[in-house]
């Protein structure tokens, strides 16, 4: 079992399951993009006069939606999500407020909720790293971290098909790949904010952390451990990845080296 740092929970606030939460984002031509969906309580006792609200968010931006109370759960009229981007993955989040205290106290909560109709990845599955395209300035990568949502990796527009590049261009993976896996991996042990709950098995962090196991073979350390046997781990994961996609003779051969 993978040992993880939890989140102590001084609040005691209670944890709402993401399998009671249906959202579908509903994308009709010539129309704003907007959602609807259902939110089961009934397994979590609560003030029944509790205040519900959804939030749709991405990276700094979110969007607001007063949905009623937990004994009538009612979306507005109104589920436009204009003041986020299309574009890019929106993601999902349930709390239930206080109905006594006014200062917005969160009595159970979920976050990270992905829309149920949203397409999945070509392998079937959702996207271990989604991929966009950005100006970096003189930067030619660089990651977007949401402690919820998964981290993107952003690719300098200014980069002729950068996108279907990174995909297929043994230049592009043998040099951004390393990197990134290093990246995300030193930020699950070591950021300010990071920490996530074992339980939540869906987790991006726990997603990341069952690959690294995957590639490696071996179990991580756990959190708490000493940094350097964490800094070793993440480098033998790296060595294995880059071992098992060839990504440095790849590169070799594409440059028209011979690697020696």
């Known amino acids: 079992m993978i040992k993880i740092q939890r989140r ?102 979920v976050s990270g909720i992905r829309p149920s109709n949203e397409e999945p990845g070509e392998d079937g599955r959702d996207s271990l790293l989604p991929v966009g395209t950005k100006d970096l300035g003189n930067v ?27 995909s297929s261009d043994p230049v592009f993976q043998g040099l951004v790949f390393p990197g990134v896996i290093r990246e995300i991996l030193t930020w699950i042990y070591w950021a300010e904010d990071g920490g996530w709950e074992e339980e939540n098995g869906d987790s991006w962090q726990n997603l990341w952390i069952e690959f690294a196991r995957r590639v490696l073979g071996e179990e991580p350390p756990e959190t708490k451990s000493d940094p350097s046997d964490v800094r070793k781990w993440i480098d033998e994961v790296v060595g294995a990845f880059g071992r098992k996609y060839n990504l440095c003779e790849r590169l070799v051969t594409h440059a028209g080296g011979t690697g020696e």
Do not use: M
């Open 140 to 166: 030619p990568w660089r990651l977007d971290f949401n402690n919820e949502a998964r981290p993107k990796l952003l690719l300098n527009f200014r980069i002729p098909g950068a996108v279907d590049r990174i």
């Open 8 to 109: 102590i929970n001084h609040t005691g606030r209670k944890r709402i399951n993401k399998k009671n939460v249906d959202i579908n984002l509903i994308d009709q031509l010539g129309a704003p993009l907007r959602f609807t969906g259902t939110v089961q309580l009934a397994e979590i006792r609560l003030p029944v006069e509790a205040p519900v609200l959804i939030e749709a968010y991405q990276l700094s931006s979110f969007q607001r939606f007063h949905c009623g109370t937990v004994r009538e759960f009612n979306l507005p009229e109104d589920t436009t999500l204009q003041e986020l981007d299309p574009g890019n993955p929106i993601y999902f989040r349930v709390k239930v407020l206080d109905p006594v205290q006014k200062n917005g106290l969160i009595l159970a909560s």
